[in-house]
């Protein structure tokens, strides 16, 4: 009764049971997860763009060009594996005459 | 000139066109010139919201496609003088529309009207992007919970890409009940997560229910929390700066009819 009455006068509040905190967790790691995704077209114009600057100081492969986003637990890296085909000796030179 | 916003969300039934019917009426009740425009091609909905159902004979699909002159299709609210609504043909679907068609629509109603306020449908797809098609401004609303967020989220981005660059938001459906609890995700929760500005908080509130079952916007209403809410919100869309509601005024006789089951 005596509960009852604290209640009611609003002095005894509920205890947080605080599943909010596991809302907002959840959302957390799902939305690292939606961020990091890209649209194929938004990846493959990343990909020319990728092969235009690099080729300016290497010979690449273009066709084994892969570029892709790996999301590990909370964190985001862009992975890219650029196979070699020849360097350039004096690049920025070659590309400025 | 006036200006053109859509209301969007991403996840449906979180209150897109609540929002809208409240929105377009709280600014026709400062006195603005304002026309909705319902999107929602296929699963018309603002008509009933607004009550004005049994008014239609035209449709957006007929204005876009050359079968009626736009202001044959402009049906005139009940209360309002300078409040419209354009509604969405039914038995269509979301092709019916291009994104070219509503562009060129809304810069016609802009001529007209102060604000012209777009009831976007729910999803990402061609529904969404006839909707924003035209708009300068957006809202996105949500509700405290991880779907509604999540699709929110996603809708941000997706409005930044097509250069919607500054969309505000509005969290609909709290209860501060539960916030203090520690059960539902708070504002700054929210805020922080999406990191958008603020629009406005509608608390949830059974005055909804009610004036949807009337089809009159709770805006109207001035015993309803939620239609305070809205009448805040439609003075900051014309920049106007309005506190937040204080959800936490939580008086003795509202406890106490909550603990008989009443509240």
């Known amino acids: 009764m005596f509960e009852f009455i604290q209640r009611a006068l609003g002095l005894k509040r509920d205890e947080p049971s605080g599943s909010k905190n596991t809302a907002k967790e959840r959302l957390r790691l799902v ?3 939606d961020r990091a995704s890209m649209s194929p077209a938004t990846l493959e114009a990343l990909k020319e763009d990728l092969i235009r600057v690099i080729s300016e100081y290497m010979e690449i492969d273009q066709a084994g060009l892969e570029v892709c986003l790996n999301s590990e637990d909370e964190s985001v890296a862009l992975v890219c594996n650029i196979p ?8 920025k030179e070659e590309t400025a005459s | 000139m006036g200006e053109v916003i859509v209301v969007t969300s991403g996840k449906g039934g979180v209150g897109k066109t609540t929002t809208t019917a409240n929105i377009g009426t709280g600014l026709a009740v400062m006195g603005h010139k304002v026309v909705l425009v319902d999107t929602d091609i296929g699963l018309r909905n603002l008509d009933v919201v607004m009550g004005l159902e049994n008014r239609i004979v035209y449709d957006i699909v007929d204005v876009v496609t050359g079968g009626c002159r736009l202001k044959q299709a402009l049906i005139k609210d009940k209360r309002f003088e300078d409040l419209f609504l354009l509604p969405a043909a039914q038995t269509k679907d979301k092709t019916a529309v291009s994104e070219e068609q509503m562009k060129d629509l809304t810069e016609k109603l802009k001529e007209e009207f102060d604000y012209v306020i777009v009831d976007c449908p729910a999803g990402i797809e061609q529904g969404f992007k006839n909707a ?7 809202i996105v609303v949500t509700t405290p919970e991880v779907a509604a967020v999540r699709d929110a989220d996603r809708i941000v981005g997706l409005l930044e890409a097509a250069l919607l660059t500054d969309p ?5 459906r709290i209860r501060p009940s539960m916030v203090k609890k520690g059960d539902m995700m708070d504002i700054q929760d929210m805020i922080e997560i999406l990191a958008i500005d603020l629009l406005g ?3 949830e509130d059974e005055a909804i229910v009610i004036s949807t079952n009337k089809g009159e916007p709770a805006v109207l209403d001035k015993q309803s929390r939620a239609g305070e809410a809205y009448r805040n919100i439609a003075k900051r869309i014309t920049g106007e700066h309005v506190p937040l509601l204080n959800l936490e005024a939580d008086g003795f006789f509202r406890r106490l009819r909550r603990l008989f089951g009443a509240g």
Not at chain 1, 84 to 91: P, Y
């Open chain 2, 168 to 172: 505000k938001l509005i969290i609909n």
């Open chain 1, 31 to 33: 939305l690292v997860q």
């Open chain 1, 84 to 91: 070699i085909l020849r360097l350039k000796r004096s690049a």
């Open chain 2, 132 to 138: 924003i098609a035209g708009a300068e401004r957006a």
């Open chain 2, 201 to 203: 908080v509608v608390p």
